[in-house]
């Protein structure tokens, strides 16, 4: 079903009663348990449900807040709630007596009813120093300086948490950076991240070493939802919940999910689809591609996928036409590049064009049965946005540059920094998927012209990892600078004279300024050309007009501090940069109203929504929709850049 730009599907039966599960016979251990200090073992409830929230990156604030939000709803008769955090020492902890390193809980109730307002107050302080004293749950173990980018580290609080915590279904959330194929959970105290195949080690061990089968894992992170992802996981656990596209550190709204997951089992345990599909409703404003994947169902669409890409190398398809259909098939992260992130796309889009349009028989069928067996395998999913209206629940790592492949014919290198050690995960090993990629893979034309400058292909290769390691730090300074020039576009406003910025005189700042004016500039263009040629989106072209109209009105600014002729138009250039968002989102939310005002007059809305209610309606869709200005950039960048 599409209503505007939300496209959400579901069974058209969902269970809503408790069901008798079928035995899961425990996994044969292949080593003996290892001994574990879970002290006194709780009474085995219907649920239980491990938070494992990595705040050991940007995230450490999401992660706390996170854990503080929880305790608004805890644990309860039917549910079992605990987890492990960490948050890594941050400057002002001996100010604000903030603990930092990894910690165990219970989580309890905080002692208040659960507020969707409060939640939300909570989320947005959460950068607050001194959040950490907040947390009211008792702490189960101190975990010191533990690794939170290892596998070995959610093997172990897994382990102990359904050790601990017995009951007949389990669920695990994880939260934290992940980057799909190129990493899961990052931890930056450590420099360390769990590929795809520790994942799914670190789950075969708790499943042999407890006899448990995860009923359902939520990865709270970005390019989750994957073929890849999924084949590592298929045996070990059932429900696979999580994102196809990239997810900030709060994507999933965890305490609204866990206390409605709590008022559903109140009467009654409620089967582990039931969980998973009301999990998915309470996400379903979110921005970006959701969905459930039945892993039980995978190990059929791996073989499915697997005959397509046998059927595509079979029939000699050009290099050219494979090249073109992964091109235009749905992404995520923006158009394909030199590094495995930039590269998940939509798994049944991609057969869909293949069955549409290549020619030849075999290789048609087997589209329609890949087609078919991964919309057996999801159970629901929801797309919220234009950027990814052709998005269908479940992504496969395709870039069009695989393994930086060169037209010449030079081989695929594959190793960590050209495929992400995608040769090493199980899905490459067990099918012929990467041996297609290495077919469809030509270069960039910014690959291609630093060549014909004379570099060779290790020089091109270090190229890239300079502008890798380098471009945070650029952003940063560009970012930097477009503060400064705020602060003397405020100044310009009242008439008052040029002021330094932090380490920066009045000179430099306004030069800074007029820097970060033009960069702010080019993201606007960057977004309406995005906007008119990708995204074909009226409202998305707006947007980036009024971001161009309020850098333009900072360079003028700035620029009248230094520049005779400009100086009559500083006070109003001033006041048009600090106009110029309001504008834009006031524009936004009625941009947002009038389809929802569309929607109702031609019947596909609710025609007794009052007005009241449609203007918050229209703010929370304009508030909650994905920031599409970083995938702009990436779609029209690496387009050359590759």
């Given at each position: 079903?599409?209503?505007?730009?939300?496209?959400?599907?579901?069974?058209q039966?969902?269970?809503?009663?408790?069901?008798?599960?079928?035995p899961?016979?425990?996994a044969?251990?292949?080593?003996?348990?290892?001994?574990?200090?879970?002290?006194?073992?709780?009474?085995?409830?219907d649920?239980?449900?491990?938070?494992y929230?990595?705040g050991?990156?940007?995230?450490?604030?999401q992660a706390?807040?996170a854990m503080?939000q929880?305790e608004?709803?805890?644990?309860?008769?039917?549910i079992?709630?605990?987890?492990?955090?960490?948050?890594?020492?941050a400057?002002?902890?001996?100010?604000?007596k903030?603990?930092?390193g990894?910690r165990?809980y219970?989580?309890?109730?905080?002692?208040q009813?659960?507020n969707?307002?409060a939640?939300?107050?909570?989320?947005?302080?959460?950068?607050?120093?001194g959040k950490?004293?907040?947390?009211?749950?008792p702490?189960l173990q101190?975990?010191?300086?533990?690794?939170?980018?290892?596998a070995?580290?959610l093997?172990?609080?897994?382990?102990?948490?359904i050790?601990?915590f017995?009951?007949?279904?389990?669920m695990?959330?994880?939260?934290?950076?992940?980057?799909?194929?190129?990493g899961?959970m990052q931890?930056?105290?450590?420099?360390?991240?769990?590929?795809?195949?520790e994942?799914?080690q670190a789950?075969?061990?708790?499943?042999?070493?407890t006899g448990?089968k995860?009923?359902?894992?939520?990865?709270?992170g970005?390019?989750?939802?994957?073929?890849?992802?999924?084949?590592?996981?298929?045996?070990?656990?059932?429900?696979?919940?999580?994102?196809?596209?990239?997810?900030d550190?709060?994507?999933?709204?965890?305490?609204?999910?866990m206390n409605?997951i709590?008022?559903?089992n109140?009467d009654?345990?409620?089967?582990?689809?039931?969980?998973?599909?009301?999990?998915?409703?309470m996400?379903?404003?979110?921005?970006?591609?959701?969905?459930?994947v039945d892993?039980?169902?995978?190990g059929?669409?791996?073989?499915a996928?697997?005959?397509?890409?046998?059927?595509?190398?079979?029939?000699?398809?050009?290099?050219?036409?494979l090249?073109?259909?992964?091109?235009?098939?749905q992404?995520?992260?923006?158009?394909s590049k030199n590094?495995?992130?930039?590269?998940?796309?939509?798994?049944?889009?991609f057969?869909?064009?293949?069955?549409?349009e290549?020619?030849?028989?075999?290789?048609?069928?087997?589209?329609?049965?890949?087609?078919?067996?991964?919309?057996?395998?999801?159970?629901g999913?929801?797309a919220?946005?234009?950027?990814?209206?052709?998005?269908?629940?479940?992504s496969?790592?395709?870039?069009?540059?695989?393994?930086f492949?060169?037209?010449d014919?030079?081989?695929v290198?594959?190793?960590g920094?050209?495929?992400?050690?995608?040769?090493k995960?199980n899905?490459a090993?067990?099918?012929q998927w990467?041996e297609?990629?290495?077919?469809?893979?030509q270069?960039?034309?910014?690959?291609?012209?630093?060549?014909?400058?004379?570099l060779s292909?290790n020089?091109?290769?270090?190229?890239?990892?300079?502008?890798?390691q380098?471009?945070g730090?650029?952003n940063?300074?560009?970012?930097?600078?477009?503060?400064?020039?705020?602060?003397n576009?405020l100044n310009?406003?009242?008439?008052?004279?040029a002021?330094?910025f932090l380490?920066?005189?009045?000179?430099s700042?306004?030069?800074?300024?007029?820097?970060?004016?033009?960069?702010?500039a080019?993201?606007?263009?960057?977004?309406m050309?995005?906007?008119?040629?990708?995204l074909?989106?009226?409202?998305?072209?707006?947007?980036?007009?009024?971001d161009?109209?309020g850098?333009?009105?900072?360079?003028?600014a700035?620029l009248?501090?230094?520049?005779?002729?400009?100086?009559?138009?500083?006070?109003?250039?001033?006041?048009l940069?600090?106009?110029?968002?309001?504008l834009?989102?006031?524009?936004?939310?009625?941009?947002q109203y009038?389809?929802?005002?569309?929607g109702?007059e031609l019947?596909?809305?609710?025609?007794?929504?009052?007005?009241a209610?449609?203007?918050?309606?229209?703010?929370?869709?304009?508030?909650?929709?994905?920031?599409?200005q970083?995938?702009?950039?990436?779609?029209?960048?690496?387009?050359?850049a590759?």
């Amino acid at each position: 079903m599409k209503v505007q730009s939300l496209t959400y599907n579901l069974p058209q039966t969902t269970p809503v009663a408790s069901t008798p599960a079928q035995p899961t016979a425990p996994a044969t251990p292949t080593e003996p348990a290892e001994p574990m200090d879970v002290g006194e073992i709780a009474a085995e409830k219907d649920w239980t449900v491990l938070f494992y929230l990595n705040g050991n990156n940007a995230t450490s604030s999401q992660a706390v807040s996170a854990m503080r939000q929880l305790e608004f709803v805890g644990s309860g008769d039917n549910i079992h709630m605990a987890a492990q955090l960490s948050r890594p020492k941050a400057m002002l902890d001996r100010w604000s007596k903030d603990w930092n390193g990894v910690r165990r809980y219970e989580i309890k109730n905080n002692g208040q009813e659960f507020n969707a307002g409060a939640v939300v107050i909570d989320g947005l302080t959460g950068f607050l120093p001194g959040k950490t004293k907040g947390i009211k749950s008792p702490t189960l173990q101190d975990m010191g300086d533990a690794d939170m980018g290892s596998a070995k580290t959610l093997e172990e609080f897994l382990q102990w948490g359904i050790t601990k915590f017995p009951a007949k279904n389990t669920m695990v959330v994880m939260q934290g950076p992940s980057e799909g194929v190129s990493g899961m959970m990052q931890d930056v105290v450590h420099d360390s991240k769990m590929t795809v195949a520790e994942l799914g080690q670190a789950f075969k061990n708790v499943h042999e070493k407890t006899g448990k089968k995860i009923d359902i894992l939520a990865l709270n992170g970005s390019a989750t939802n994957s073929l890849e992802v999924a084949n590592e996981l298929k045996d070990h656990a059932k429900y696979l919940v999580g994102s196809q596209g990239i997810q900030d550190g709060q994507s999933m709204p965890v305490a609204m999910v866990m206390n409605e997951i709590a008022n559903i089992n109140k009467d009654g345990e409620r089967d582990a689809l039931a969980v998973a599909q009301y999990m998915l409703l309470m996400n379903s404003m979110a921005p970006g591609a959701l969905s459930i994947v039945d892993l039980d169902k995978i190990g059929p669409a791996k073989e499915a996928w697997d005959n397509l890409a046998k059927s595509l190398i079979g029939a000699g398809i050009s290099r050219d036409q494979l090249h073109d259909l992964l091109d235009r098939t749905q992404d995520f992260q923006g158009a394909s590049k030199n590094e495995a992130y930039g590269n998940s796309r939509d798994a049944i889009h991609f057969a869909k064009l293949v069955k549409e349009e290549v020619a030849d028989e075999k290789v048609k069928a087997a589209a329609g049965q890949a087609i078919e067996s991964l919309e057996a395998a999801l159970q629901g999913d929801v797309a919220n946005g234009k950027q990814v209206e052709e998005a269908n629940g479940i992504s496969v790592f395709a870039p069009t540059n695989y393994g930086f492949m060169r037209p010449d014919g030079t081989p695929v290198i594959k190793d960590g920094l050209r495929d992400a050690d995608y040769g090493k995960t199980n899905f490459a090993q067990e099918t012929q998927w990467d041996e297609l990629l290495g077919g469809a893979a030509q270069d960039s034309k910014l690959n291609n012209t630093m060549k014909k400058l004379g570099l060779s292909e290790n020089g091109v290769d270090k190229a890239h990892g300079i502008y890798h390691q380098h471009i945070g730090k650029v952003n940063a300074a560009l970012g930097f600078a477009g503060m400064a020039g705020y602060m003397n576009g405020l100044n310009a406003w009242r008439g008052a004279p040029a002021a330094g910025f932090l380490f920066l005189g009045a000179q430099s700042a306004t030069y800074a300024g007029v820097v970060g004016a033009g960069n702010d500039a080019l993201k606007g263009v960057t977004r309406m050309v995005n906007g008119a040629t990708e995204l074909k989106d009226g409202s998305e072209v707006a947007q980036g007009a009024f971001d161009v109209l309020g850098a333009a009105a900072k360079g003028v600014a700035n620029l009248s501090y230094v520049v005779p002729a400009l100086k009559p138009y500083g006070e109003t250039a001033g006041m048009l940069m600090f106009m110029s968002p309001w504008l834009r989102n006031i524009y936004g939310v009625y941009d947002q109203y009038k389809s929802i005002k569309d929607g109702i007059e031609l019947g596909v809305g609710d025609s007794k929504m009052p007005v009241a209610q449609q203007w918050g309606s229209a703010a929370m869709q304009y508030y909650g929709k994905q920031n599409l200005q970083d995938h702009a950039e990436r779609s029209l960048w690496q387009k050359f850049a590759g």
